[in-house]
């Protein structure tokens, strides 16, 4: 029923606009990987693999990305953990004040990111809000200074912030399964705990892998929550990458590192997508 | 459904840890934000426990502090270009998307929602490298066409969405009476898609309001919001900061409300932004 002008009309521009605001980007990142700055510091756009080789032979930068791999893991789990069974709360026995609550989990994603941080920087700093409030109830004498400026602060906070993105696709996987099932397997005599491990988890698993994905993601690649929070032993991966585009001025092997960066991170994308649908019912 | 309610006490016990669980993880989430108005009032400054001598001082410095002001219109203005080019590129695509079958249609589709799922820097990075390239000045504009490139997908996904419940014989009679497809799309398309454009366009306003991972490399001399805030964080910090994020969190809460109405009253659902996640999930 739409004519052939009207398809290419509503096709062109969009594609157009992505292809080179998007696609044009992104396979610069990759041509700029290849090449090179010269003494002079200009970009030598010759091809040659020699970032890549720098990127294997110094440890710095593969440590720094396991490490990184480590914090993103850290805020998967715990973000999984806290989600997990507040999604199960909701979908279950939240009974007529889920809607609310449900926006109650979407609620703080609406203060800035940054703030969020900020405040974290308020509440964990030596003269700051938890240590202050310590040495007032005289649990401690002198400030804790392994809560800021550290791999704990990171984690926190990005636990912190990718929390809610946990929640919602774990809640809405569970909200997607029929609860004649749940009945089904109590009338044929499982225990609670015996339906929600054979029925109620595995059939929620999509949501876990979605949820899991984006909280690794996110805070594989961030750089900020590090830069305010965490301290020498916080740096991660993104944090080379700013310098190197930076004061450091050397794209190039940035952009090899964005590269490697990109490719953890669509595997794993790539990976979740497949485990979704193993486990997603129907 | 029964066996929730029928009082085993395994089960009761169960509901009561969950629920336990639920408020310890609101805590969580909503402790920062606490202590960040709380804070805005507190004389002293941003640390310290107990608060003290609660003042609106902050407010009065924050309301003649013009460099935030500008900061504020700034994004704003950031906020609504971008606004007007997601959607512009981003109702077509949906249009697209759902009626028009075209070469790599499979790839576009994943292409735009990867601004989404990708940490911020390899966005920012490879728009920075692309103007770069073209010797484009890094000023507001530059942000607006990053902002506006990477948000299209949240117009895309909710308007498709939008499009899937849509009944196609309304644009079928509306041709087969005599309007033209321009017309079809301005009195019968757009105000059937009326939810979800609104909802996209809010969504799209915060997320850019809130945007600083591609802005940060983006940025010319004229800051947004988020990059003046992120400047004076590394300067040293005041109160200043949690009045201006408690004012835009009170703004952000007023538009919660606005759209939950909206949305309730139109049709009983409040997933806002549901659409967007289910799609990032796949």
Wanted: charged residues 10%.
């Amino acid at each position: 029923m739409f004519s052939r002008a009207y398809r290419t009309i509503v096709t062109v521009p969009p594609l157009a606009w992505v292809a080179v605001f998007l696609l044009v980007p992104y396979a610069l990142m990759f041509c700029y990987s290849f090449w090179s700055v010269s003494s002079a510091q200009t970009i030598v756009r010759s091809w040659n693999v020699a970032n890549y080789q720098e990127l294997l032979q110094k440890p710095v930068y593969w440590e720094t990305l396991l490490r990184s791999m480590w914090i993103a893991a850290r805020v998967m789990v715990f973000s999984l953990l806290l989600g997990y069974p507040l999604a199960y709360f909701l979908s279950f026995y939240a009974g007529k004040r889920k809607d609310l609550l449900y926006q109650m989990v979407i609620i703080p994603l609406w203060v800035s990111y940054l703030v969020r941080a900020y405040a974290w920087k308020t509440i964990l700093g030596s003269d700051g809000v938890l240590n202050t409030l310590l040495q007032y109830v005289h649990l401690t004498s002198h400030p804790l200074d392994f809560l800021l400026y550290s791999p704990f602060a990171v984690v926190l906070t990005l636990t912190h912030i990718y929390t809610p993105f946990t929640i919602l696709p774990i809640y809405a996987s569970l909200e997607h399964i029929p609860r004649n099932l749940v009945e089904a397997s109590h009338d044929l005599g499982a225990t609670p705990v015996q339906t929600f491990w054979k029925v109620i988890f595995p059939l929620s698993i999509p949501g876990v892998v979605a949820g899991a994905t984006f909280a690794f993601v996110l805070s594989l690649g961030d750089f900020l929550a590090p830069l305010l929070l965490g301290g020498p032993s916080g740096i991660m991966i993104s944090n080379i990458v700013v310098s190197l585009f930076g004061a450091a001025y050397n794209w190039p092997l940035g952009a090899a590192i964005s590269l490697c960066m990109l490719v953890v991170v669509v595997s794993l994308l790539f990976l979740s997508e497949r485990l979704e649908k193993k486990w997603s019912f129907s | 459904m029964e066996f929730l309610v029928s009082g085993n006490s395994d089960n009761v016990s169960r509901s009561r840890w969950l629920l336990l669980h639920a408020l310890a993880v609101f805590a969580f989430l909503y402790l920062p934000i606490a202590v960040l108005i709380l804070y805005s009032f507190n004389g002293p400054g941003v640390g310290g426990f107990p608060p003290r001598n609660l003042t609106f001082n902050w407010y009065r410095t924050l309301f003649s502090d013009g460099a935030i002001w500008d900061s504020v219109f700034n994004s704003l203005e950031v906020a609504f270009a971008a606004m007007a080019i997601s959607l512009a590129f981003g109702i077509p695509a949906a249009l697209a998307l759902d009626r028009s079958n075209f070469p790599g249609k499979a790839l576009f589709r994943r292409l735009v929602l990867l601004p989404l799922i990708l940490p911020g820097i390899i966005t920012g990075l490879s728009l920075l490298m692309l103007f770069d390239l073209a010797s484009t000045k890094l000023s507001l504009l530059t942000i607006v066409l990053g902002h506006g490139t990477a948000l299209i997908s949240v117009a895309t996904t909710e308007v498709f969405a939008g499009l899937q419940k849509l009944d196609r014989a309304q644009e079928e009679a509306s041709l087969d009476l005599g309007a033209n497809y321009w017309q079809t799309f301005w009195r019968v398309t757009v105000p059937n898609l009326k939810l979800p454009i609104i909802g996209a366009a809010l969504l799209i306003f915060t997320l850019s309001m809130d945007e600083i991972a591609v802005s940060f490399f983006l940025i010319g001399r004229e800051n947004t919001l988020p990059l003046e805030i992120w400047g004076r964080l590394r300067r040293g910090i005041t109160p200043e900061i949690n009045a201006i994020s408690t004012i835009i969190f009170a703004f952000s809460l007023v538009t919660i409300v606005f759209w939950y109405r909206l949305r309730v009253r139109a049709e009983g659902s409040v997933e806002a932004g549901a659409e967007l996640l289910a799609a990032t999930d796949s």
